[in-house]
């Protein structure tokens, strides 16, 4: 079984208020690019996955009118892929949802959200994702209460074969210090958000430890914003949001290479634009995590780089249409399962 995961910047941008594809020569919101050209380039990006599922982040919009499941089967009809059911869990209102595109052949699945309902009052234990979890962030004696502006979506997966399996996606996101206008008050703003940050992090940990302490193995899957050398707070906070969420029993080895005492060279998974230095910042910010009851099925990952991987940067189609399709590359798991 092959398993993906690809953050598609401004996806939600290549489709009308009726989840219909754009096919225009209009800004599709990637520099540069036109809806058409990265609609053309992601029907080649998803072509060449051949997955039998891909976690979406930044997945098309579901709202008052747009339905983000619809977007995404429409896509799939387009290109005639062969994951052509999509899943998503609690809609968010950031037009960039997180959602499953998968073959109904190969993998049965369903929204399956776990932990208690808060309410505005919220939980200090693992709530439900769509709620509120309660945490002293900044060790004051007051509780912060902490919300997902993206909530993770939870899966109960079961293959052809028979095995069950708990998938979660992720995309944890750290606001930037909108509003601020002093270095003092930026630097403020950034350490809260990153400390709401962790807390997401420290919350999503607990949930993979309900579901390991459950016996269910699990692969998590998406956008941690979060990796070595992503910026000035790592000393400042001693842990990173991957390291959170891996815990002890949680295996991706792109991040432990990264984490290996911040090695001169290690994986990457974006390639972000700076105009004012006029280069490009590449990081590690996308995983595929999977619980060690995994590790006897062999699995194999593989990041997509258009200039990292061989294959990728031999395929001169493909590897312009990776530049093309987001600014994130696809990591995908090869797994006997």
Not at 28 to 56: H, P
Not at 87 to 105: S, V
């Amino acid at each position: 079984m092959r398993l993906a995961t690809y953050n598609v910047e401004w996806f939600a941008n290549l489709f009308d208020q009726s989840d219909h594809l754009i096919m225009d020569d209009g800004p599709s919101g990637r520099q540069g690019v036109s809806r058409a050209d990265q609609i053309e380039a992601l029907g080649k990006v998803f072509t060449a996955l051949d997955a039998d599922a891909i976690m979406v982040i930044e997945a098309p919009n579901t709202g008052r009118r747009q339905d983000g499941m619809r977007a995404l089967e429409r896509f799939a009809k387009a290109f005639d892929l062969r994951q052509r059911r999509a899943l998503i869990g609690f809609a968010n209102e950031t037009h960039q949802e997180i959602a499953l595109l998968y073959d109904p052949d190969v993998l049965s699945v369903r929204h399956d959200p776990q932990g208690e309902e808060t309410g505005k009052k919220g939980s200090d234990g693992a709530p439900r994702f769509d709620g509120v979890f309660r945490i002293d962030l900044d060790n004051d004696g007051t509780e912060d209460l902490v919300t997902f502006s993206k909530p993770p979506l939870e899966i109960a997966a079961r293959t052809a074969g028979g095995t069950d399996l708990r998938l979660i996606g992720v995309h944890l996101k750290s606001k930037a210090p909108h509003g601020e206008h002093t270095p003092e008050g930026v630097m403020r703003a950034s350490i809260a958000n990153r400390r709401k940050q962790l807390a997401q992090a420290i919350w999503v940990r607990r949930r993979v430890d309900t579901c390991r302490a459950a016996g269910q193995p699990v692969i998590l899957l998406g956008d941690l914003n979060d990796g070595p050398g992503l910026d000035e707070f790592e000393d400042l906070f001693g842990r990173s949001s991957v390291e959170i969420v891996m815990g002890d029993d949680l295996i991706d080895p792109n991040a432990q290479t990264a984490l290996q005492g911040h090695a001169r060279a290690f994986p990457t998974t974006t390639r972000f634009f700076l105009p004012e230095k006029g280069r490009y910042l590449h990081a590690l910010l996308d995983y595929i995590m999977v619980s060690q009851d995994l590790m006897s099925r062999r699995p194999a990952w593989r990041i997509w780089h258009p200039f990292e991987d061989k294959t990728c940067y031999q395929m001169p189609e493909l590897r312009e249409a990776l530049l093309i399709a987001s600014d994130h590359f696809p990591v995908t798991l090869e797994i006997e399962i």
